[in-house]
């Protein structure tokens, strides 16, 4: 029997592909990473997860906007890592509410081979941190100072507020670049909830509200009874009455306006409590100017006054500013009654609830025939402001100066032309500049061309200024 041999070239090869790195006899194919899961940790945060994948000497981590075609390398780590945390920074950005997608590939530094990756990857976005550190103090005139630590990933901070166990109301939102917030207008009696919402105004996103906000009790502040502003008649202030009371059944007790009105303002309060909306406080001014409108609805029951101009111009005659609302009712018999009524509305409710609301003046009148009227008039601003209209001669001057200033109730139109029915015009100096006529007052220094000047401008407490325009002579 003949025996085979091997020629010594060969054994020689073969002794060669024993000693040889497995990794250079077979460059295997590196598999798919199969990704594990995402998560933003934090509003400047993405984690991402993955298995190991056979082979793998490395992992490279790749992330894109939400939608972009093209990936962008972040980092690349050894083969040991199966996670990884992206830290936003100039050069590889996170943008707090911009969604972003992550993979990995796996590679092998000895073939230079990379493996597949997964192309759908997964997707995230980061959202504002958290708002921690809340604390709240009570000053003596019943304003609560609600205060907070700097949160990250943020363009302005929402509060909302609830009282006892209401469902919590948004009652502000201020810049980021603040940290406290003075509510002037708690809901009395019960316990004040404050909780604060990061928010980035770009994506619309708010941050997580987790936290447990900070809770103080505001005690009831004691309102004094509204001053009538005439004196009601009352049983033997007549010197003629013999009776010195009113034990005669055969004429009705007088009723107290005032009386009516105040008891009006309390119950409403009671209901926004259960709403969880600031109070209404009394202010004398607006509620001439509901008196007033009590007494029109009478001839008229519409929001438009007898004269034909809108409701709220009843506070210019009595000098209460800001009117911005108005409930109207008739035939109901005590303040009771027409509250429920008025809560029973779903339009009247919303109106009386309005927490942008903080004044209220109520109107009550009786008619020759025995009908009652009532009103309620609402305010944001302080009924007693102010305002100002600033005239600027734009290069010009107007009695010998640059500026001319008119005072007024803060909230109402100065009317410069063209005044509606029943509204006065006010009558400006006419400003001069030499070598120029004068072609009407303008919100602006420079306005377009094609623009018509003012009709009115508006009375405000930090002055509105309006511009004279000017036309060459030539």
């Not at 504002?128 to 990933?153: F, I, M, R």
């Not at 302005?156 to 002037?184: F, G, L, M």
């Not at 309390?266 to 001014?285: F, H, M, V, W």
């Amino acid at each position: 029997m003949k025996r085979k041999r091997f020629s010594f070239l060969a054994l020689l090869v073969l002794a060669v592909m024993l000693l040889m790195p497995a990794s250079t006899q077979a460059a295997a194919k590196l598999g798919t990473v199969k990704l594990s899961s995402i998560k933003a940790v934090d509003y400047n945060k993405i984690n991402i997860k993955w298995k190991k994948v056979s082979g793998a000497t490395n992992y490279i981590v790749y992330y894109k906007k939400s939608g972009d075609k093209k990936w962008i390398k972040v980092k690349t780590l050894d083969n040991k890592k199966t996670s990884y945390t992206h830290i936003s920074s100039s050069k590889y950005p996170i943008v707090v509410g911009q969604k972003y997608t992550y993979t990995i590939k796996s590679y092998n530094k000895n073939t230079k081979k990379s493996g597949n990756y997964n192309k759908n990857g997964l997707t995230t976005k980061t959202i504002p941190a958290t708002v921690y550190g809340l604390g709240a103090g009570l000053t003596g005139d019943n304003t609560v100072n609600v205060s907070w630590n700097p949160a990250g990933g943020t363009t302005h901070y929402v509060i909302y507020r609830k009282a006892n166990d209401s469902t919590p109301i948004k009652i502000a939102t201020v810049s980021s670049k603040y940290t406290k917030y003075e509510d002037k207008n708690p809901v009395e009696g019960v316990t004040n909830t404050y909780f604060v919402f990061g928010y980035s105004s770009k994506f619309k996103v708010y941050g997580d509200g987790s936290n447990t906000g900070v809770s103080i009790k505001v005690k009831r502040k004691v309102t004094p009874t509204p001053e009538p502003t005439s004196k009601p008649e009352k049983p033997g202030d007549d010197n003629n009455d013999n009776n010195h009371g009113d034990n005669d059944d055969d004429f009705d007790d007088p009723i107290d306006p005032i009386a009516m009105a105040s008891e009006v303002l309390r119950l409403t309060n009671i209901e926004r409590a259960k709403e969880g909306a600031q109070p209404l406080k009394y202010n004398k001014a607006l509620q001439d100017a509901a008196m007033l409108r009590a007494k029109e609805i009478s001839v008229i029951f519409s929001h438009t006054r007898p004269n034909g101009t809108d409701s709220s111009t009843a506070g210019k005659d009595v000098g209460a500013a800001g009117i911005s609302g108005e409930n109207i009712a008739m035939g109901y018999g005590s303040p009771e009654d027409v509250v429920e009524g008025w809560m029973n509305s779903s339009g009247h409710k919303a109106t009386m609830m309005m927490n942008s609301f903080c004044y209220m003046g109520v109107g009550f009148y009786k008619s020759d025939n025995g009908m009652y009227y009532w009103t309620q008039e609402f305010a944001s601003m302080n009924p007693n402001s102010n305002g100002l209209v600033i005239f600027d001669a734009n290069g010009g001057t107007i009695n010998g100066n640059s500026t001319y200033t008119i005072t007024g109730t803060a909230g109402y139109y100065a009317w410069l032309s063209n005044a509606p029915q029943a509204e006065e015009i006010v009558n400006i100096p006419t400003p001069t500049r030499s070598g120029y006529v004068f072609s009407g007052w303008y919100d602006s220094k420079t306005p377009a061309a094609n623009r018509k000047p003012l009709k009115a401008a508006v009375y405000t407490t930090s002055g509105m200024t309006v511009y004279a325009k000017w036309v060459p002579n030539n």
